[in-house]
């Protein structure tokens, strides 16, 4: 498996989840598992529990009129199972962030801008790609399957079959890719296509029959010889079948046009690390069941999260507003991004009208990201902070986050387009209902079974939902109740890790059968 991210190594975003929980899940069902991914900067290999492997060598990585080499290194471990490979390289260990670069890097040099992209992202996921190649080659190895985790690694089974050297090795190795997000900016894309032959190595014919709006894509260039998935079965067919695919630059339906199908896997979970029956794997300072109806735990944590949101210091969070505690009063909570795909924007409109309307409501949000958005939410929250209904938390911090979790009524999701969604199950195991968009995977979530959803991205479709929730949980405690139980109860039966896998076992026995030419 190749992937820019790992949970518990480096993340920064929803592959970090299923990276790791696909990779422990195939090896607890008996399945040699190797995980490659970048050795960051802001990773310390030997704290982490990593050694040094042999071999070292130079990988091939040509810029126009220049032939390069890189040097490279492997640091390894075992965690739970799955062999995990660190790729040293100069490329990577300067940089500071995974996607973006640092304040500390822009303080450095003027042109890392921070919050941006790294300048050499095309050539680094091209030096990972090509990394692991040569090492299964030097090694000796021959996986059955390469795991290519979105655009970022989507290169790899155009290089296996089209490269000399790579192409007779390989001829017996499968590849699958994996669309995490489809959006514009997530391609990994190039628009200089003589420098994308030159450091991939590709033939011509190749790279322009990879070309998406004037740029070489790594999707299209991967999917011509490898299946392809995302991650849920409606973002799927969102990307092939809906206008949403605009979005994307038409990517979905370009492959479609190409007789190639994105099939669609939603995303699992491994509930038990998310249960609130285990206070102490989350931080939580008490325990309770929803499933069970046992919900005397979830006041102390609401408790918790007002001592922490207004009087705890905790590093990276900036507050603004403030709650009291009002247990009788619904909590709606939102652990997010600030941006328009998630829909703050729209959110932080209907935010506006819904506490003016209604006095007894709380809010808790957590989350960084768009600045007109963070202005927004925060002239809302010093506006109301005399009224102690609103709390801002800019930053992110994993034990907050949880606390939220565990603490809220209703847990808010406005995404204008969601592939999969993870934080819904975590909030649905926390006895936190989730309010949803619909949209790609956030289907999963059923009006009146599980959650509430709206179907129109826009402020009064999610003020009338948010609506319909209060008077849920107002002159219906008991339906609440149930839809809590619901809701448990059918991640249990549905979302597990070790039913998802056997979908990607499916995929991976058809990527060892097809090499489309």
């Not at 490329?91 to 304040?103: A, D, H, M, Q, V």
């Not at 989350?282 to 069970?292: E, I, Q, R, T, V």
């Not at 003016?356 to 409501?361: G, H, P, Q, S, Y």
Request: charged share 25%; proline share 3%.
């Amino acid at each position: 498996m190749l992937t820019r991210e790992y949970r518990g190594i480096a993340g920064a975003g929803g592959v970090k989840d299923v990276s790791r929980d696909l990779a422990e899940s195939l090896a607890r069902a008996g399945y040699e598992v190797s995980v490659f991914m970048p050795r960051y900067g802001f990773m310390d290999p030997e704290e982490l529990g990593f050694r040094t492997l042999c071999p070292q060598f130079d990988v091939d990585l040509n810029y126009a009129r220049e032939e390069r080499r890189e040097g490279v290194g492997f640091w390894h471990r075992n965690l739970k199972g799955v062999d995990i490979i660190l790729v040293e390289a100069g490329r990577f260990s300067e940089k500071l962030g995974i996607y973006l670069y640092t304040e500390e890097e822009e303080d450095v040099d003027i042109s890392h801008k921070k919050g941006e992209g790294h300048l050499d992202y095309f050539a680094m996921n091209i030096l990972l790609q090509k990394a692991v190649l040569d090492y299964a080659i030097f090694t000796g190895t021959r996986p059955d399957i390469f795991h290519c985790q979105d655009g970022h690694t989507s290169v790899l089974p155009a290089m296996m079959r089209e490269i000399d050297g790579f192409r007779q090795y390989f001829k017996d190795s499968g590849a699958l890719l994996t669309i995490h997000n489809a959006g514009l900016g997530y391609h990994q894309d190039v628009a200089d296509l003589f420098f994308a032959m030159v450091v991939t190595g590709l033939p011509q014919r190749v790279v322009y029959n990879a070309v998406l709006n004037g740029s070489f894509n790594p999707f299209l260039a991967g999917a011509a010889y490898a299946p392809i998935n995302t991650v849920s079965e409606n973002y799927a067919r969102e990307l092939q079948e809906t206008e949403l695919d605009a979005l994307t630059g038409w990517l979905g339906h370009t492959l479609k046009d190409r007789g190639i199908l994105i099939e669609g896997i939603t995303n699992g979970i491994n509930p038990d690390e998310f249960s609130p029956k285990y206070p102490e794997k989350l931080g939580l300072p008490a325990s309770f069941d929803p499933a069970g109806g046992d919900l005397a735990g979830k006041s102390i944590c609401r408790k918790e999260l007002v001592i922490r949101a207004m009087f705890g210091d905790i590093s990276g969070i900036k507050t603004y507003g403030a709650i009291d505690y009002s247990p009788s009063q619904p909590l709606f909570t939102v652990v997010s991004r600030f941006s328009e795909q998630k829909g703050l924007d729209v959110l932080g409109e209907a935010l506006e009208n819904l506490l003016a309307e209604d006095k007894k409501i709380q809010v808790v949000i957590l989350g960084s990201g768009n600045s007109d958005i963070e202005k927004q939410l925060i002239s809302l929250a010093e506006h109301l902070a005399d009224e102690e209904r609103f709390a801002l938390l800019i930053g992110y911090d994993s034990g907050l986050a949880n606390l939220i979790y565990a603490a809220g009524d209703f847990f808010v999701i406005s995404s204008r387009y969601e592939p999969c969604g993870l934080t819904d199950f975590m909030a649905q195991l926390m006895g936190n209902i989730p309010i949803v968009h619909t949209t790609g995977g956030l289907i999963k979530v059923k009006e009146g079974f599980n959650g509430f959803s709206f179907k129109d991205s826009t402020t009064d479709a999610l003020i009338e939902c948010m609506n319909r929730a209060l008077n849920v949980f107002r002159n219906s405690p008991d339906t609440i109740r149930e839809m809590q139980i619901n809701a448990v109860r059918n991640i249990y039966e549905h979302y597990t890790w070790s039913k998802v896998r056997e979908k990607y076992i499916r995929l991976y026995s058809k990527a060892m059968k097809l090499m489309r030419k």
